[in-house]
């Protein structure tokens, strides 16, 4: 049983019992994927930038297996208006950044931002942490699985737009995939998915997730979504 609920310093632990069999895939992937093989984006060597965390939270709804997303509000200074898992920078009390303080910090911000229980959560991996360079942010991306669902919504309408799950099964459809073109010339993978283009850092690691998997089926790599520059 893992003791990851805990987010007010306790001990938090990994725990991959129970775990439906569907998700064995991702935990191999966690175990082989290599830092370079999920982004090119990679933290500095001299240590510099902001330590994160994000929870890609795994969850069986109607449709079979989701994912759950939110939605930045578009007052906010860094990726407004973009859609992402819930996540944020590691507080003192999170800990540790080299040790448990992404867990505690993946579990507490999604508290804060979509209203999460955090005992309902079961975390079984963590992927290599990923820079993201326009925010400084070191990110480490821990994955859990939503073990007993608890209700979710908006919490404070000055950060968070909606919160929302997507099937992943329109995640791998490929009506529903593009990449996503910026005026800079950067290209990356999107997602058209629950009335949202989801780009960027978050589309990266699903992407990359869903391919590692053996969960990504062929589709229109030359069908482009232009974004802008407030983007």
Do not use: C
């Not at 073109?181 to 699903?206: K, N, Y």
């Amino acid at each position: 049983m893992t003791r990851a609920s805990d987010t007010q310093g306790g001990s938090i632990v990994l725990s991959r019992d129970g775990l439906p069999g569907w998700l064995d895939p991702v935990a191999h992937a966690i175990d082989t994927v290599e830092p370079p093989q999920l982004s090119r984006f990679l933290p500095p060597e001299d240590g510099a930038g902001r330590q994160s965390a994000v929870l890609i939270l795994f969850g069986e709804g109607a449709r079979g297996p989701e994912l759950l997303l939110m939605e930045r509000a578009s007052s906010l200074r860094s990726h407004a208006g973009q859609p992402s898992f819930p996540g944020g920078a590691l507080d003192p009390e999170d800990g540790d950044p080299q040790g448990d303080g992404p867990l505690r910090a993946a579990l507490r911000e999604a508290e804060e931002e979509t209203g999460l229980d955090p005992s309902g959560v079961q975390l079984f991996g963590v992927l290599p942490r990923l820079y993201i360079p326009v925010s400084s942010f070191v990110v480490t991306p821990v994955v859990g699985w939503w073990r007993r669902p608890s209700p979710v919504g908006v919490v404070d309408p000055n950060e968070t737009a909606r919160v929302f799950t997507v099937p992943v099964a329109d995640l791998t459809d490929p009506a529903n995939r593009a990449s996503a073109v910026h005026p800079s010339g950067h290209t990356g993978a999107a997602f058209l998915v629950e009335s949202a283009l989801v780009w960027g850092f978050t589309a990266g690691i699903i992407d990359r997730l869903l391919h590692f998997a053996g969960w990504e089926l062929p589709w229109d790599r030359d069908k482009q979504v232009p974004l802008d520059w407030r983007s």
